[in-house]
């Protein structure tokens, strides 16, 4: 192993016992946590008071990342020294670094060499710190000669990129986040921002608290908690938004609404998306969005007459075969009613992954280079060349994420590094993917995780370290950059990612003769990011007067932030001048185009996909922590009521989904939340929670079996917020269900255990549940009964074995029952044939109730709940474990007449729900409204 010696921060990481300062590793906030550490564990994780991303306060996945840290659980799960399989059938066997690595540089060169620098790809992540990302790229461009990387920034922030750039000219967020505090109309679209941000989404109450002449406008398909909190609610048709930002524009125009003194002064193309917005009339932009009349000209009036407009957008723009054009047109309404460049006022894509940014920043896409540069311009490449001291960097395009897969499909690319991501449950068109990975001659797998789909295909499995091993920087949604600093040393042989992408490239140089000396000389962190910090001066994101020195004493700093400044700039664009050749900002001319797969006779339904209030992407963090399902404990789909009935469907029925790429079963069910012809399921759910034995018997592939991979033409990024599926019931009469309490240390090594035996059954899933245990639950359904020995070999795995299991089995109809008891309490249960006995044997379980008054009620042929059973119901608040039912039981004894803010004061006092993290405060006033329509607040209302 040639490693260098470790940053002097992470040699340090060992005995470290004082509070270190980084960053939460989930969504874009960025928010700031402070975490103790004995040295050898994390013993406290809490939010950081003084980081101005959050001042303190963490959401529900954030104020658990101390329960993912835990050794019991990381053991379970983490890549902990490298592995290789000898031949494609064989199983990996574990590897020094040398040869790991050797075997990877040799094989990269031989496909070089035969097949040119194209053959070969590298597929990596927004969770990768700025460093990592700076060399992979580098190594990819400079060394390799491919553009060929790209990252699963792709199917998150690649429109929000070409959006900003079209119009304004750089990929930059012009917003921070104190523009929530100052304005006076927040128009969220796209993004369910109670769930995905709730950070914000706390300041944004706060704001509004403060402010009551704060209006929110919400535009989404689906009645999400964060449109029910809206003012005006515009429940839009997937993929219209275009005609919508156009509708609204139209409406300002017509109404004296735009900023003519802005639009002369500092922007261009105004006449040209004139002619265009005649047609989008307000009768026209209604019918095509499927809102009413009046409520569009309402959202039109109330944005261009406030004295200052935000937009916050994520994914419901991005993931779309349109997404440019929606990010574009809806600046085009900020650039024609002067709502940008004020406080209070713009623009601000919220980003989905922690360094989605960061990525951006180094020109980690297969378009772009180093410091906002672009690949198609060759005074940037040339720039970029001399700045690394190559010859030049590659013309040609690189193949971006869904491309990428299909050219590994097809065999054009032959080998492909996978850095920290999980193509295999992320990419839609899972099929293809999947023929991807087997038909590779080599797939690298770099991850601290071990356990992923993915990670079944590697051939060469690379540890890397993970939160709180790491070092380095991020940068958040409003361009602030963090040090993030290591408090543990890394697990097993674990390297950074970036240290992995050194060796490589040193062994590389060495054994292909392509350098004389080296491109990659850095021994820690730092030097990295000094490299990428050289290769700003100049650029719209200079940050040449940054230090890790100055960040580490003076916190966290928003670029830019060039030599010689002492603060780094809140916003954008005050001065009205943009980075664009004239200085001008460009509106952007864009047609409106409906999805790509329109809903039909055949595959009726629009499918859209999102995240759960308290997981995260694949699960592969989250999904380690029991209490984190308590909110959304199963795998599900959503539908209206109305659709529901007209197909004989109830609650918990299975139904088979199916687009024109694959199908999945799932449980469905019903919800207020959707527009009949409209269904939904969590982004999350994988092969690693659900799958089946699939039409070939190869198992299928969870919610990505069915998405779209068409691909907006600009960005490349595929529509994943909309495909044409249909809904139709599994008639599946066999059921199985096992749920017990299982040892910490074992159950997500049970899990994956428990993968390959899903696919033996029509449809299984495998969760976990429990508070202070952890409980996993297998479920499964097919047309006939598993053979005795899958379902005793799954049942010994919840230690259902040997004579002191009670047992109750009616042949004849095909039902068994088998319960273990630990103190008088259930230990675990499974129930086959007849399940219905499930939903008070569960509650039993969960709540360690005693069962001993039951008696023979336990093994009855009956599935009927013990008299006076009530269910605990869905927990609401995972903070403090507050249950639907303790709410509703509340409510009820509470007085009555009183306003739905005076109820939720009344249940946060009672119950302490809502009172810590906040993310179910949204929730809390959905059931206050619900159980009282007539207490109706003012500021809850539909307009
Ligand atoms: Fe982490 Fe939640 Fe903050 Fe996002 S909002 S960074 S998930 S604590």
């Known amino acids: 192993m040639t490693m260098e010696a470790p940053s002097?921060?992470?040699?340090?990481?060992?005995?470290?016992?004082?509070?270190?300062?980084?960053?939460?590793?989930?969504?874009?906030?960025?928010?700031?946590?402070?975490?103790?550490?004995?040295?050898?564990?994390?013993?406290?994780?809490?939010?950081?008071?003084e980081h101005p991303a959050n001042f303190g306060r963490l959401c529900t996945k954030g104020s658990t990342l101390l329960l993912t840290a835990q050794p019991a659980l990381q053991q379970q799960v983490r890549a902990l020294h490298p592995e290789v399989r000898p031949h494609r059938d064989a199983a990996r066997q574990r590897v020094s670094w040398d040869e790991a690595l050797d075997s990877v540089a040799r094989k990269f060169i031989s496909t070089v060499r035969e097949h040119g620098p194209d053959s070969v790809a590298f597929y990596v992540s927004g969770q990768l710190l700025t460093e990592d990302y700076y060399v992979f790229n580098k190594l990819a461009k400079g060394l390799v000669g491919t553009n060929n990387i790209d990252t699963?920034?792709?199917?998150?922030?690649?429109?929000?990129?070409?959006?900003?750039?079209?119009t304004l000219g750089a990929d930059a967020p012009p917003n921070c986040y104190e523009d929530i505090d100052e304005a006076e109309l927040i128009f969220i679209v796209g993004s369910n921002m109670a769930y995905a941000h709730p950070v914000l989404y706390r300041r944004l109450e706060d704001a509004r608290k403060r402010n009551p002449e704060?209006?929110?406008?919400?535009?989404?398909?689906?009645?999400?908690?964060?449109?029910?909190?809206?003012d005006l609610f515009l429940p839009i048709l997937p993929g219209t938004d275009v005609a919508l930002f156009h509708g609204m524009l139209h409406i300002c125009l017509w109404e004296d609404l735009i900023d003519p003194a802005y639009i002369e002064a500092h922007t261009e193309g105004f006449a040209e998306l004139k002619r265009t917005l005649r047609d989008f009339t307000p009768q026209y932009v209604a019918q095509t969005c499927g809102i009413r009349e009046d409520q569009l000209v309402q959202a039109a009036r109330w944005f261009g007459a406030s004295k200052a407009s935000?937009?916050?957008?994520?994914?419901?723009?991005?993931?779309?075969?349109?997404?440019?054009?929606?990010?574009?047109?809806?600046?085009?309404?900020?650039?024609?009613?002067?709502?940008?460049?004020?406080p209070g006022a713009g623009p601000f894509s919220l980003t989905g992954q922690p360094n989605a940014m960061g990525g951006r920043e180094v020109g980690g896409l297969a378009n772009l280079l180093s410091a906002h540069r672009d690949l198609a311009n060759p005074v940037h490449r040339a720039e970029v060349a001399k700045l690394w001291g190559v010859e030049s960097v590659p013309d040609k395009p690189g193949k971006t994420a869904v491309e990428m897969f299909e050219a590994v499909r097809t065999g054009e690319i032959k080998v492909v590094w996978i850095v920290c991501t999980n193509p295999a449950q992320s990419l839609p068109d899972q099929r293809m993917v999947r023929e991807a990975l087997r038909n590779a001659e080599m797939v690298i797998v770099q991850d601290c995780c071990r356990s992923t789909v993915t990670a079944d295909y590697a051939d060469v499995l690379l540890p890397a370290t993970t939160w709180a091993e790491k070092d380095g920087t991020v940068t958040n949604s409003e361009r602030r950059i963090s040090r993030v600093l290591p408090v543990l040393p890394p697990l097993g042989e674990a390297l950074h990612d970036w240290q992995i992408a050194v060796d490589f490239a040193q062994r590389y140089e060495r054994l292909s003769g392509s350098q004389s000396g080296t491109?990659?000389?850095?021994?820690?962190?730092?030097?990295?990011?000094?490299?990428?910090?050289?290769?700003?001066?100049?650029?719209?994101l200079d940050i040449t007067g940054l230090s890790w020195a100055t960040l580490e004493q003076k916190g966290p700093q928003q670029w830019p932030f060039p030599e010689g400044a002492t603060a780094g700039r809140k916003r954008l664009y005050e001065d009205g001048v943009f980075p664009t050749a004239s200085g001008k900002a460009r509106f952007a001319n864009v047609p409106y185009r409906p999805v790509a797969e329109p809903a039909d006779a055949r595959f009726p339904f629009s499918l859209t996909t999102g995240r759960l209030r308290d997981q995260w992407h694949g699960m592969s963090r989250t999904g380690m922590v029991a209490q984190l399902y308590a909110h959304a404990p199963e795998p599900s789909i959503a539908m209206s009521e109305a659709d529901m009935a007209r197909r004989f469907l109830?609650?918990?029925?299975?139904?088979?989904?199916?687009?024109?790429?694959?199908?999945?079963?799932?449980?469905?069910?019903?919800?207020?939340?959707?527009?009949?012809?409209?269904?939904?399921?969590?982004?999350?759910?994988?092969?690693?929670?659900?799958?089946?034995?699939?039409?070939?018997?190869?198992?299928?592939?969870?919610?990505?079996?069915?998405?779209?991979?068409?691909?907006?033409?600009?960005?490349?990024?595929?529509?994943?917020?909309h495909a044409a599926v249909k809904i139709l019931k599994a008639e599946?009469?066999?059921?199985?269900?096992?749920?017990?309490?299982?040892?910490?240390?074992?159950?997500?090594?049970?899990?994956?255990?428990?993968?390959?035996?899903?696919?033996?059954?029509?449809?299984?899933?495998?969760?976990?549940?429990?508070?202070?245990?952890?409980?996993?639950?297998?479920?499964a359904a097919d047309d006939y009964a598993a053979p005795a020995e899958l379902i005793a070999r799954i049942e010994a795995d919840f230690g259902i074995e040997g004579a002191a299991v009670l047992r109750y089995d009616d042949a004849r109809r095909g039902n068994s029952r088998r319960i273990v008891l630990a103190d008088g309490k259930l230990s675990a249960v499974s129930l086959a044939g007849d399940v219905s006995a499930e939903h008070w044997l569960k509650d039993y379980l969960e709540n360690a109730i005693p069962v001993a008054s039951l008696g023979r009620m336990l093994l009855m042929p009956s599935a009927q709940a013990p008299k006076g059973f009530k269910p605990r119901g869905k927990v609401v608040c995972n903070c403090f474990n507050v249950a639907e039912s303790d709410i509703l039981t509340s409510l009820a004894a509470g007085p009555a007449g009183v306003s739905p803010e005076a109820a939720l004061a009344e249940l946060t006092q009672k119950l302490r729900c809502g009172s810590n993290c906040g993310s179910c405060v949204p929730e809390l006033r959905k059931i206050i409204l619900s159980k009282n329509s007539t207490s109706a607040s003012p500021a809850l209302h539909e307009g």
């Open 310 to 342: 935000l937009s916050l957008y994520c994914q419901g723009l991005n993931q779309s075969s349109s997404g440019t054009a929606k990010n574009a047109s809806l600046i085009n309404l900020h650039l024609a009613t002067g709502q940008i460049g004020k």
């Open 214 to 230: 704060l209006k929110v406008i919400v535009a989404d398909p689906r009645r999400t908690d964060t449109a029910r909190d809206a």
């Open 732 to 779: 599946l009469p066999w059921h199985f269900l096992v749920f017990g309490w299982v040892d910490e240390a074992r159950a997500l090594s049970l899990q994956t255990r428990l993968r390959p035996e899903m696919r033996r059954f029509a449809y299984a899933s495998c969760t976990l549940f429990g508070r202070e245990r952890t409980g996993v639950l297998f479920r």
């Open 8 to 49: 002097a921060a992470t040699a340090a990481a060992g005995p470290v016992t004082a509070s270190t300062k980084l960053t939460c590793c989930y969504c874009g906030v960025g928010c700031g946590v402070i975490v103790e550490s004995d040295g050898t564990r994390i013993t406290d994780v809490r939010g950081d008071p």
């Open 152 to 166: 699963n920034s792709r199917l998150c922030m690649s429109s929000a990129v070409a959006g900003y750039k079209q």
């Open 650 to 721: 109830r609650n918990g029925d299975l139904v088979h989904v199916t687009s024109r790429r694959g199908s999945q079963i799932f449980p469905v069910s019903g919800s207020d939340e959707m527009r009949s012809g409209q269904a939904f399921i969590g982004m999350h759910w994988g092969e690693e929670y659900l799958s089946g034995r699939g039409r070939e018997g190869g198992g299928t592939h969870g919610v990505n079996a069915m998405t779209s991979p068409a691909l907006d033409p600009v960005s490349k990024q595929p529509e994943l917020k």
């Open 519 to 540: 491109l990659f000389p850095y021994r820690i962190a730092e030097e990295v990011w000094n490299e990428h910090r050289g290769t700003t001066r100049g650029r719209d």
